[in-house]
Nanobody, 116 residues
Framework: QVYLTESGGADVQPGGSLILSCVTR????????ISWYRHGPDMDRELVAS????????TYGDSVKGRFTAARDNLKSTSFLVMSELRPEDTAVYRC?????????WGAGAQVTVSS
């Protein structure tokens, strides 16, 4: 059974930093891209970052470039999202996702709230 779980969501002040983790199970993690998306009360679902299987190439959404870094540890079947210089507009539910066997699988999400 495919399983993705995010953790690390929190309330943080503007300018702060946070690291999210996405632990996965049930598929060959090292063979598939893994992506991070977010959606909030005032935004449609937005791509945050997408990593190729070996982690050598990452695509970032324009709004997070230079502030967020995505990574993956294929030995632990885990992806990470390192977020810095957080802004109130980064407030959202962050979810990791992969496509396996023709289906998209999602974690439940981690809430990140940026406010003073």
């Amino acid at each position: 059974q495919v399983y993705l779980t995010e953790s690390g969501g929190a309330d943080v002040q503007p300018g702060g930093s946070l690291i999210l983790s996405c632990v996965t199970r049930g598929f060959s993690f090292e063979q598939l891209p893994i992506s991070w998306y977010r959606h909030g009360p005032d935004m449609d679902r937005e791509l945050v970052a997408s990593l190729n299987p070996d982690g050598t190439h990452t695509t970032y959404g324009d709004s997070v470039k230079g502030r967020f870094t995505a990574a993956r540890d294929n030995l632990k079947s885990t992806s990470f999202l390192v977020m810095s210089e957080l802004r109130p507009e980064d407030t959202a539910v962050y979810r990791c996702s992969t496509r396996h066997g023709g289906f998209d699988f999602w974690g439940a999400g981690a809430q990140v709230t940026v406010s003073s």
